[in-house]
Each structure stands twice: as structure tokens, then as C-alpha cells.
């Protein structure tokens, strides 16, 4: 079985991604790996529980829109994230939150789970005016040994978006 690795933060670029990998797994019959990492940057300060969290439950939210609820199957794990099945073909989706570098970790786990293509959103959460390409998806192309695909997606972001953690702003998210 191979597997398709699909990055996400939380901007609605998730959504774009998230979207495109779902559509890939199930047509290819592949494995799925949804990661977010919680940066170690000291300008970025979190609260690495509550960002746990938000991760969590951003992954749940993401996979029950993009695969109908009555074909998953929740497996039982231990730790952060979750494991889920999907359909007859057995489709592996696992939830992935790890805390570091962003590239580098997003790098690594594209070895350890031997990816076959990486799935990083064109931009995210930062979102400054004109760049085609974020840094972290720039520097992920550049660095991966993998096929890195940068899924573009409609442009939701405005002076009121605050990302999809904002239970108010999902439902005005259109795939
Ligand atoms: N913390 C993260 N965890 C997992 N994937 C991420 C993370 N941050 C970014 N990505 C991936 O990279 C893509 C592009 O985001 P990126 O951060 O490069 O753009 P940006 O936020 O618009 O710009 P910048 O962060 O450089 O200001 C996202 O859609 C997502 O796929
Ligand atoms: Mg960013």
C-alpha cells in the first residue's frame, strides 16, 4: 500500500488540501498520513496542549468532511491524532501532530512513512498579499526527497478570516 502524506495547518488551505488528498486515497487506494506541526519557533509562542487540541480536532473535522461519515471507522490508538478506516478498500487514514521545525518535520515524516507524494497547500495561515508560495511549502519543495504536489485553492482569506479554528468561519468554508 503506498501512502499519500497531506500537510495542513489552519488556514481554509487545509481544505484545498485536504480535499485533493481524500480524492487521491480513495482513486489510488492509498494510505493517508494528515501531520501538522506545532513550530518550535521561539517568536511562536504556544501553549503545545492547546495547540495539541486544535490540531486534534481540526484533523477530526477535516477527515469526516472529506470522507462520508458512514464509511469510517475509528481504530484504536494510543497517543496524539487518531487512526481511521475508510470503505471496503481499507483505506488507512492516520492523524499526525508533531512539534519542531516545520519543514524539517514535515521532511522527516515523508521518509519515515515512505511517502509517495507530499501534499502541501500553495499558502497558509500567514498570507501576505502577494507571494505565489508560502515559505514553509517554498522550502518543503526544495528540501523533501519526495514528489511534493502544491495544491492551489480558492482565495477565502480577508481583513476578518482568523483560519479555520474559528467555529463561526468553517461554515462559510466552500470546497
Ligand atoms: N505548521 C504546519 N504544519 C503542517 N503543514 C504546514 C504548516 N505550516 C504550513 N504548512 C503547509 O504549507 C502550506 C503553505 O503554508 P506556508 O506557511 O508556506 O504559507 P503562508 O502561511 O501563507 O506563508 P508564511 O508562513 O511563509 O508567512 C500550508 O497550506 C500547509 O500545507
Ligand atoms: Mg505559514
Not at 492516520?94 to 512513512?113: F, H, M, T
Not at 526544495?142 to 511534493?148: A, D, I, N
Request: glycine share 8%; proline share 3%.
Amino acid at each position: 500500500m503506498r501512502t499519500i502524506l497531506a500537510a495542513v495547518d489552519q488556514s481554509h488551505h487545509a481544505h484545498d488540501v485536504m480535499s485533493r488528498a481524500a480524492e487521491l486515497a480513495v482513486v489510488l487506494r492509498n494510505d493517508l498520513v494528515v501531520l501538522s506541526v506545532i513550530s518550535s519557533d521561539p517568536m511562536k509562542q504556544f501553549n503545545i496542549v492547546e495547540e495539541q487540541n486544535r490540531f486534534a480536532s481540526l484533523h477530526r473535522e477535516l477527515i469526516f468532511k472529506h470522507f462520508p461519515e458512514n464509511s469510517l471507522a475509528v481504530e484504536p490508538h494510543s497517543g496524539t491524532g487518531g487512526v481511521y478506516k475508510y470503505g471496503t478498500a481499507g483505506v488507512r487514514i492516520q492523524s499526525r501532530i508533531l512539534s519542531g521545525n516545520v519543514v524539517d518535520k514535515i521532511c522527516e515524516c515523508a521518509d519515515e512513512v515512505n511517502a509517495d507524494i507530499v501534499l502541501v497547500g500553495s499558502r497558509g495561515l500567514g498570507n501576505i498579499g502577494s507571494l505565489v508560495l508560502g515559505s514553509v511549502s517554498e522550502r518543503v519543495v526544495h528540501k523533501c526527497t519526495r514528489s511534493v504536489l502544491v495544491v492551489k485553492g480558492q482565495r477565502l482569506e480577508g481583513p476578518d478570516w482568523t483560519g479555520l479554528s474559528n467555529p463561526q468561519k468553517t461554515g462559510t468554508v466552500k470546497i
